[in-house]
C-alpha cells in the first residue's frame, strides 16, 4: 500500500513537471488547468524540488521501497527532480533573452543613456533570499498608501468608488524626485500598474508588485488601480477607467511630489490590453466621455503577456475560449455583430507612429495568451512608430510568470527597470533641451549637470520603518 501510494504520487509530480514543459494549447479548460500547474511548477521548480524529496524521505522511511512500486516511484522522483533543475536553468536564460531584447529596441549603447544616478540603482545581483521566501512581498523602504478614490464607480460600478493604491519611498532616496546636493527636489516619474484577471476578475492587490516594489524603493511613485469589471461593464468601461485614472494622476501628481508629465503604464494580461490601449490611444474621446479635453497621453508602456487582437485576425488562438469570453462578458456581443468595437478595443488596430516607447514582454509557453499576439502587436510598432520597441519571449515561462518573485521574474524586472531609466533620462534630457542650459537650480539632473556642478552621486539606504507595508 505505501509503495502504491509513493507510485502515485510520484506520477502526480512528474505529471506536473512534464505540463511545465509541454503546456496544453488546443483546449479551453485544459489550457487553464495547464496553466496553473505549468506556472507553479516552473517559477517555483527549487521549492518543487524539495517537497517532493521530502515526501520521498518520508515514503522510503515507511517501507515504500520493500516493494517494485516503490522503486518504480523513487526512479520517477529521480528523473522528476533533474527535470525541475532544468527549468531552473532554464529561467535563468531570461537575463540574456532581455539584455538581446533590450539592445535590438533601445540599441547597443542604451546603457550609456542611462544617467549615472539611476545607473547606481541597477542590481549587481539576484537577491536569492527574495526568490527563496517569495511571500510575503514587501519593501522596508515603500510604504503603500492605500484606497484612494479617482473616480466613482458609474451606474452599475463599485458602490464606494474606484480605488488606487500608491506606493512610495518610505524616505526620499536621491534620485528621481530626492534631494541630491541640496537642490529642489525633482518631481517623481510614476509608474500605473493596471491588473489582470480577463476583465472579470482581480484588484489592485495582488499584481505588479515586485515591479512596484522595486521602482518604488528607487524613487518612483507607482500606482495600482482598481477598474470596473465585467460582466457588470461592459467594454470600453474598462478603458475608460484607466483613463481617468490617468487624468486623476496628472492633477494630484504635485500632492505627491510625482511629475504628471511622465506616466508610464504598465500591467499584464487584460492588464497588459489596458496598458497598451492607453498607450495608443492618447486623448481618445471614445474612451474619455465627459472628460474629452484632458490630456491622458502616457510616455511609455510595458505590458507584460497581454491580450492586442480581439478580431485574431492572425489566427493564434487554437480555441474560442477568448472569443466566447468577450462576446459573453465584456463586448457584450459577437465579432459578426460588432466588428467595429472589437477593432477600436484592440491595440493592434490603434498602432501609429505617434506610439510612446514599448517593451512588450511575454513567456513562449503561455497556455492562456498565445505569444503569437505579442509577435504581431511587436511587429506592427516596429514597422512604424517613432520611438523604440523591445520585445522579450521569454524562454520557459507561463502566463503570470512575473507576479511574485522566482529567478525568471527577477531577471525580467531588471530589464524592466533598465528599460524604464531609459526612457526617463532620455526625457530628462528632452526637458533641459527645452528648458536650455542646465543649472544646479534646475533640478532637472542631465549628465551635464553632474559633471559641472560635481554633485555627490546617489547612495540607496534601506529605511527600516515601521508603518504600513504592502
Known sequence: ???????????????FTFNAFNPMLAHRRRSIISFFAGWLTAELALHQIAWQVLAAVVFVWLGALAAWPGQVALGICVASWAALLLLFRRASQAETVVEDALR???GDDYRARILREFVEMLPASVNWREIALPFPMRDPRVERIRDIAYADGGRRGRKRGLKLD????????????GDVAGAPRRPRPILLQIHGGAWVVGSKNEQGIPLMLRMASHGWLCAAIDYRLSPHATFPDQIVDVKRAIRWLKEHAAEYGADPDFIVVTGGSAGGHLSSLAALTPNAPEFQPGFEDDDTTVQGCVSFYGVYDFTNREGVYRHTGMQDLLARWVMKGSLEEARARYEQASPLYRVSADAP???LVHGDLDSLVPVGEARSLHQALRQVSQQPVAYAEIPGAQHAFEIF????????????????????????QRAEARSGAASPGDGIGSEALHRGAQLVEPVLEEVPGTGDHP
Open 1 to 15: 500500500m505505501i509503495a502504491t501510494s509513493f507510485l502515485v504520487v510520484s506520477l502526480i509530480g512528474a505529471w
Open 104 to 106: 535590438r529596441g533601445l
Open 166 to 177: 500608491l506606493y512610495r519611498p518610505r524616505e526620499a532616496p536621491p534620485g528621481p524626485g
Open 357 to 359: 516607447p514599448f517593451f
Open 405 to 428: 518573485p522566482s529567478l525568471r521574474s527577477a531577471l525580467a524586472i531588471d530589464g524592466v527597470e533598465r528599460f524604464l531609466f531609459v526612457v526617463y533620462s532620455e526625457h530628462l
